[in-house]
Nanobody
């Protein structure tokens, strides 16, 4: 069992940077692919980024590629999402998720992830 808790969201201006974190409980974290998703107002949940168990592989959604960076620290059971050059369209609730069945395979499909956090709100003003 893995419990996930996001933190670090807030209100920022367009062009600013923000880092959100997701801390996990349970030993499964260090061997799981981790992902970030987001859901904006009136929108479907969208894949943002994913990272392999040791950080050796990452993958990003087209809308954030080149601006966002996913990383992890297994010693701290934490995965991060560094968000730069934020835009108003990045406004969303950001969720982290764990894929317990895979260590290396990165997927954008939300149904492949087994555990989810409660989300943290990120609001970008223009």
């Amino acid at each position: 069992q893995v419990q996930l808790a996001e933190s670090g969201g807030g209100l920022v201006q367009a062009g600013d940077s923000l880092r959100v974190s997701c801390t996990a409980s349970g030993r499964t974290f260090s061997s799981a692919v981790m992902g970030w998703f987001r859901q904006g107002p009136g929108k479907e949940r969208e894949f943002v980024a994913a990272i392999s168990w040791n950080g050796g592989s990452t993958y990003y959604g087209d809308s954030v590629k080149g601006r966002f960076t996913i990383s992890r620290d297994n010693a701290k059971n934490t995965v991060y999402l560094q968000m730069n050059s934020l835009k108003p369209e990045d406004t969303a609730v950001y969720y982290c998720a764990a894929d317990r069945d895979h260590m290396v395979r990165l997927t954008t499909a939300s149904h492949e992830y087994d555990y989810w956090g409660q989300g943290t709100q990120v609001t970008v003003s223009s």
